[in-house]
């Protein structure tokens, strides 16, 4: 059983702008979730679950049912240490996580029955998900009902080794009086009170290729998506491929260069009854965002990456990314899904018929004290492109850092 105790102390009560401009960073996010209070505390369950293992005198078949978190794409980790950084850092969470960068995270209230074999794993979940991210009340759940259904497989051995996954995820969206966030008129949006039922279908392949200038890693991730946006048909999807070296020379640092493209559709005519902006569900935004102003909902992101290890204990990381609108008909949406009753989960800005969003350039360094403490050091810094020029007159950039000190034990 796990307790969490979020301490929110000292939020702005300024930091909220009329209009497009919206909540002004997150204090603003937490302060307007929790109901106006500067000072906020609460004491809940975070995880209580009971799993039962070698269910039928079968090695790897399981069982696990109560409060959890879940995580798309961590059913197995791979033994190649490569795939397994990749697949932690750039798969999972995309769209299901534990919304881990925030103070409270999330939950789920459900089952999770899986079937390990030495190459191939099955997994199947059900849940609904708990309050939280950024409301400090995390005891009760939502009426939001997720189904999740994943096979994966592994190939190759030792330097040369692969995996690859198929998934159906199912997302149920009960809550009334929500306002869906979407690019239609807010009459249009207001009369509209069906529900949200989707099907998301994908899969990913990751392949490591040893050469005789060092190791190279191939991902790639997609997954179409259907059903009903309220009274529309959503027909939606999303992608991303990326690749990455890790170069023989200067094995001092561990140099490991990375980039690629993520792409998430967006919706090209707010008036023809059909949805065709990607719905990222419930992940944890911040894997692929780290400053956090964007997701994977209308957007196309080309990314360049490079992370440098000098040694055991310390990574320094470095990323550029060009991050463009899909559409110029729909909205700059960003946030992480549905975490209380009465609002919605993702937030969406004008585009002003514009696609550039902004160019980020950020730098961070984690150093691990001991196997109990760690040190997170993170700075970003966003250029403003044509969209936030429309929205912030007085300056479309925007600065974001923190310095963390975890202890776990």
């Not at 299901?96 to 960068?101: K, R, T």
């Not at 780290?290 to 470095?318: K, Q, V, Y």
Request: hydrophobic letters at 40%.
């Amino acid at each position: 059983m796990e307790f969490a105790v979020p301490i929110l102390l000292g939020l702005p009560d300024d930091a909220i702008a009329p209009g497009s401009q919206g909540q002004l960073g997150l204090g603003a996010t937490y302060f307007a979730a929790n109901n106006g209070r500067t000072n906020v505390a609460e004491l809940f369950v975070k995880q209580a679950s009971v799993r039962f293992t070698g269910l039928g005198g079968i090695a790897g078949h399981s069982f696990k049912a109560g409060r959890m978190e879940f995580i798309d794409g961590t059913e197995v980790m791979p033994r190649n240490a490569t795939l397994a950084a990749v697949k932690r850092d750039r798969i999972a969470h995309r769209l299901l996580g534990n919304f881990a960068f925030s103070h409270v995270g999330r939950s789920f209230d459900g089952a999770q029955w899986a079937l390990a074999g030495r190459t191939l794993n099955v997994t199947a979940f059900a849940g609904r998900p708990t309050r939280g991210v950024f409301v400090v009340d995390g005891w009760s759940g939502l009426d939001i009902n997720v189904l999740y259904g994943a096979l994966t497989g592994q190939t190759g051995t030792g330097t040369s080794a692969g995996e690859w996954r198929v998934f159906g995820l199912g997302y149920f969206d009960r809550r009334d009086g929500v306002l869906k966030t979407d690019n239609r008129p807010a009459a249009a949006r207001a009369a509209d009170t069906e529900p949200v039922d989707l099907g998301t279908f994908g899969g990913h392949y990751l392949r490591t290729v040893p050469t005789a200038a060092g190791a190279v890693d191939l991902l790639a991730w997609g997954a179409v998506q259907i059903g009903a946006w309220g009274v529309l048909d959503q027909r939606a999807g999303t992608f991303a491929v990326e690749a990455g070296w890790q170069p023989q020379a200067l094995e001092a640092i561990e140099p490991w260069f990375r980039g690629g493209y993520n792409y998430g559709s967006g919706d090209g005519n707010p008036s023809d009854g059909r949805h065709g902006t990607f719905f990222q569900v419930l992940p944890t935004p911040r894997i692929y965002a780290r400053f956090p102003f964007f997701n994977m909902m209308n957007t196309g992101d080309a990314f360049g990456e490079a992370i440098f290890r000098p040694s055991r204990s310390l990574t320094l990381r470095s990323d550029v990314h060009a991050i463009r609108l899909a559409s110029p008909d729909d909205l700059w949406y960003a946030g992480g899904g549905a975490f209380q009753s009465s609002t919605f989960g993702f937030s969406g800005r004008p585009s002003s018929a514009r696609t550039g969003l902004a160019t980020l350039y950020d730098v961070s360094g984690d150093y691990r004290v001991n196997g109990y403490t760690s040190l997170t050091v993170y700075y970003g810094r966003a250029a403003g492109r044509s969209v936030t020029d429309a929205i912030y007159a007085r300056g479309a950039d925007a600065d974001f850092g923190y310095l963390e000190l975890t202890f776990r034990f």
